[in-house]
C-alpha cells in the first residue's frame, strides 16, 4: 500500500452511543457500554493499520453538564477500560496519554490514567490520546495565559510569538496534528475539539453511530481520505503537512478511482460494495 496514501494522525468524536441505546430500547448507560467495546476494537484496527498516533474525543469539557448518573457512569467506564486494557495496550505496543483538564476528574480515574500512562510509556507503536474533560477553547486559553505571564515576567518577547511556539504550549504533543478526523452518527460539527490543530485536517463525518462504526467503516473513511488532495493553501497537490515532522510525499497523489481503492483497502462500503 502506498503509505503516503494512509492518514498517520487520526482524530475520532465517537458520537451516538445515546441515540444508538435508545433506538434500541435501552437505557443511555447501555450505548456507552457498547461505545467503549467499540472503541477497543477500532482502537486495534488503527493499530495494526500503522497509524502514528490516534486521538479520541472520549469526554468533553461541556459533558460535566451530563446529569450526575451519567457522568458517573462515562468515568467508571473509562477506570474499568484503564485497568482491564492496559496490558492488551502493552502487548500492542501502544503508548497512552490524555490530554483535558484532567484536574477535574475523580481521583480513582486520575490513577488509573497515571498507571496505564506509566505502564505504556515504554512502548514505540501507536500514540493512543485520550481527550478527557478536554476542550480546545480552555486549551487554548490556558495557552495564552501561560504565554502571557511568561511576557510579564519578562521570559518570553512578544515577537517570539510564533504558530510554531504557540503550538508548543497546546496539550497535544509535536507532530500529531490530525490528518483525518472522523465524526459519527451524522452530526458535522468539531464540538470544541483539536480547533487548532485541525487548521488542515480532512473531515469525514457518517451517519453511523458510534456502536456500529466497524473496522470496515474505518477503512472506507481511510480510503476515501486517499482521494483527497491536500493543498495546504498552495496550488500544487500533496498528501502530508510540509512540516520538519512530516516530510512531504516523494510524488503528487494521483487520483486513484473508488473502487481500486477498495481492493487496496480489501474493502467493502458499508453501504454495499462500491461500483
Ligand atoms: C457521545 O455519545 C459519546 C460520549 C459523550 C462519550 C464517549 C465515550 C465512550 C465511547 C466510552 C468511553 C470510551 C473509551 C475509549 C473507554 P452521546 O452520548 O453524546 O450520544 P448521543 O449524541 O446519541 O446522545
Request: proline residues 5%; positive net charge; contains cysteine.
Amino acid at each position: 500500500m502506498d503509505q503516503s496514501l494512509t492518514p498517520k494522525n487520526v482524530a475520532i468524536i465517537m458520537d451516538g452511543n445515546g441515540r444508538w441505546a435508545v433506538k434500541r430500547g435501552y437505557p443511555r448507560s447501555f450505548g456507552h457500554i457498547k461505545g467503549t467495546r467499540n472503541a477497543k476494537k477500532i482502537i486495534q484496527a488503527c493499530s495494526d493499520l500503522n497509524l502514528k498516533t490516534l486521538t479520541l474525543y472520549a469526554f468533553s469539557s461541556e459533558n460535566w453538564l451530563r446529569p450526575k448518573d451519567e457522568v458517573d457512569l462515562l468515568m467508571k467506564i473509562l477506570q474499568r477500560y484503564l485497568k482491564r486494557e492496559t496490558n492488551n495496550l502493552i502487548k500492542l505496543n501502544i503508548r497512552f496519554s490524555c490530554i483535558g483538564d484532567l484536574s477535574q476528574l475523580p481521583k480513582d480515574v486520575l490513577k488509573a490514567i497515571d498507571q496505564s500512562s506509566q505502564k505504556t510509556q515504554h512502548c514505540t507503536g501507536m500514540h493512543l490520546i485520550f481527550a478527557l474533560s478536554y476542550g480546545s477553547q480552555n486549551e487554548i486559553t490556558q495557552a495564552c495565559r501561560q504565554i502571557a505571564e511568561q511576557i510579564a515576567e519578562r521570559q518570553l518577547l512578544p515577537h517570539q510569538i510564533t504558530p510554531q511556539l504557540f503550538e508548543s504550549y497546546l496539550m497535544t504533543p509535536a507532530g500529531c496534528a490530525p490528518d483525518l478526523v472522523i465524526r459519527t452518527s451524522g452530526e458535522k460539527r468539531l464540538s470544541n475539539f483539536l480547533l487548532w490543530q485541525c487548521a488542515y485536517s480532512e473531515f469525514y463525518f457518517t451517519d453511523t453511530l458510534w456502536p456500529d462504526f466497524k473496522e470496515t467503516d474505518l477503512k472506507f473513511a481511510f480510503a476515501d481520505y486517499s482521494l483527497r488532495q491536500r493543498r495546504y493553501g498552495k496550488l500544487s497537490s500533496g498528501n502530508s503537512m510540509p512540516s520538519k515532522d512530516i516530510a512531504a510525499p516523494s510524488k503528487p497523489i494521483s487520483v486513484t478511482s473508488m473502487t481500486s481503492l477498495t481492493n487496496t483497502y480489501s474493502l467493502v462500503s458499508p453501504q454495499g460494495p462500491v461500483t
